[in-house]
């Protein structure tokens, strides 16, 4: 096992993140970039981001265990060669697609990643701003088959490291659209400014970690546009910069509403599987009741990257 043992690259990066950020900061207060920080929605990020870590090291070891107990039944060892490596990285940027996209289409899933988007501003402290709860959604097993396929739970969490440092500094106003090439195959500031946003276009978009290739092919790109800049936060902002309301609150929620009296079996367990904003008796937004009433309310929008066709119009 002594062969599996790699540097831990998140915390090799630790110092580029501060130094990064402080750069930022210093380009934004001297108007030399553009963006914005609030001093308590930083440090809330910073704490979140150091809940994390801690939440890591206490719970993380669990889903790592776990993927080295079916590490024994893998078909086969791909070993440890540069091409192994690369191919880990390549599949797990896909499976991160993957997870990232169901965490914005299952309310369960939702309710440990939401906390990332919490904050109203999109600064790289903003990055930091990281679940607590991820173990409990089990979205670890999403890995499973890249285990069982050759590749060691080891390699794949050296791998994925690389993917978290890439998706650091993406979190930026800073940086405009880059190279006509890089935006095409890469994950960048601009891509990741739609994701963050809560403009009723960008909702549910560009859900990649490293390569937005993958969003591409499978029919969640939107281009970002400087007539529609992205206004961050989430639906329903939560309006506090209280971490442990930060962290839990849409768990709380999420409860409390599959636990209300007189609901079916069937209806609390939607509470839990059906998108953000689903309710039994269709009172409140999700993201597709906002793009179609935006679309009505502006119709020349239909159709475009992010919005639905023109709904149609009752016959008389």
Do not use: C
Request: glycine share 8%; no cysteine; net charge neutral.
């Amino acid at each position: 096992m002594d062969d599996y043992n790699f540097p831990q690259v998140t915390q090799l990066a630790i110092p580029f993140f501060v130094a990064a950020i402080l750069i930022e900061l210093w380009l934004v207060r001297t108007g030399r970039a553009r963006g914005s920080f609030e001093t308590r929605d930083t440090l809330t990020s910073l704490m979140m981001g150091t809940g994390n870590v801690v939440a890591g090291l206490l719970l993380g070891v669990v889903s790592y265990w776990a993927l080295l107990w079916l590490w024994q039944f893998h078909f086969f060892n791909l070993g440890l060669s540069v091409w192994v490596f690369l191919a880990a990285f390549l599949l797990d940027d896909l499976r991160y697609y993957v997870y990232h996209r169901i965490a914005h289409r299952v309310r369960w899933v939702w309710a440990e990643h939401v906390n990332h988007h919490s904050s109203q501003h999109y600064n790289l402290s903003t990055a930091l701003r990281q679940s607590w709860t991820g173990l409990f959604t089990f979205m670890f097993v999403l890995q499973a088959p890249l285990v069982l396929l050759g590749f060691h739970p080891a390699v794949i969490a050296f791998t994925f490291g690389f993917n978290l440092v890439w998706q650091f500094w993406i979190h930026t106003e800073a940086i405009g659209k880059m190279w006509g090439w890089f935006e095409f195959i890469f994950n960048t500031p601009s891509h990741h400014r739609v994701h963050h946003a809560t403009n009723p276009r960008y909702l549910d978009a560009n859900y990649a970690g490293t390569l937005i290739i993958w969003d591409r092919m499978f029919g969640t790109f939107v281009e970002e546009l400087e007539e529609d800049r992205p206004r961050y936060g989430i639906v329903k902002n939560i309006g506090t910069f209280n971490p442990l309301k930060v962290a839990f609150h849409e768990w709380i929620g999420m409860f409390k509403d599959a636990l209300m009296p007189g609901l079916t079996l069937r209806q609390r367990l939607n509470y839990l599987i059906q998108p953000p904003g689903w309710s039994h008796d269709g009172s409140r937004e999700t993201s597709e009741t906002l793009k179609t009433a935006y679309v009505r309310r502006n119709p020349g929008e239909a159709g475009k990257p992010g919005l639905p066709a023109a709904p149609a119009v009752p016959a008389e």
